[in-house]
């Protein structure tokens, strides 16, 4: 089985080899995603719980720990606090925070009023969020990504192997295997 208040990747593959995109979701009761919207000074997270009740969120800096409590009470130490809210069950709202510092990593946590907290989900203020372009599917040797850029700097992309190490941006910026980098903004 799967362990509680914990995330993970769900990723469906076919007999002839063909593969999902990853599907994040936890089993915390209270599921947090990176919504869509992203500047270099803020972010929207999806916040989901599985019963209806009082919500609070909290973007942390990367590293704090934080408790359902701390959260929900404001004391958590937090960089932006979403304010506490009335949730249906699982209906999914966007919680936005700003203020943020650019290009920093933080933490977002959501907590009930049942005590309740979320995984921390991870993400940096770098101001685009991007994902598989659904108009082009990846084939056999190409992809095609869609970067949504909400800021003035160039942006590049480039392709891993599963299971490889992370590029920094100095790499994916320095990649000879990476398409031309654009202008975002």
Avoid: W
């Avoid at 719980?49 to 404001?74: F, I, K, N, S, Y």
């Amino acid at each position: 089985g799967l362990e509680a208040n914990s995330r993970y990747l769900a990723v469906c593959a076919t007999e002839g080899g063909a593969v999902t995109q990853a599907l994040g979701f936890s089993t915390s009761g209270i599921d947090v995603k990176l919504g869509g919207d992203a500047t270099k000074d803020s972010i929207s997270v999806t916040v989901t719980p599985a019963v209806t009740e009082q919500v609070r969120c909290a973007v942390l800096p990367a590293g704090t720990a934080a408790t359902a409590a701390a959260v929900l009470d404001g004391s958590s130490q937090s960089a932006a606090d979403g304010g506490a809210r009335q949730m249906k069950a699982l209906e999914a709202e966007d919680v936005k925070f700003s203020g943020l510092t650019p290009a920093t990593d933080y933490v977002a946590h959501c907590a009930t009023a049942g005590g309740v907290l979320s995984p921390a989900l991870g993400f940096a203020t770098s101001g685009f969020v991007g994902g598989l372009a659904e108009a082009a599917p990846a084939t056999r040797d190409t992809c095609a990504v869609q970067v949504t850029v909400k800021i003035g700097e160039m942006v590049r992309c480039m392709a891993a192997a599963q299971g490889a190490a992370v590029a920094d941006a100095a790499e994916v910026m320095g990649s000879e295997a990476a398409p031309a980098a654009v202008q975002g903004g």
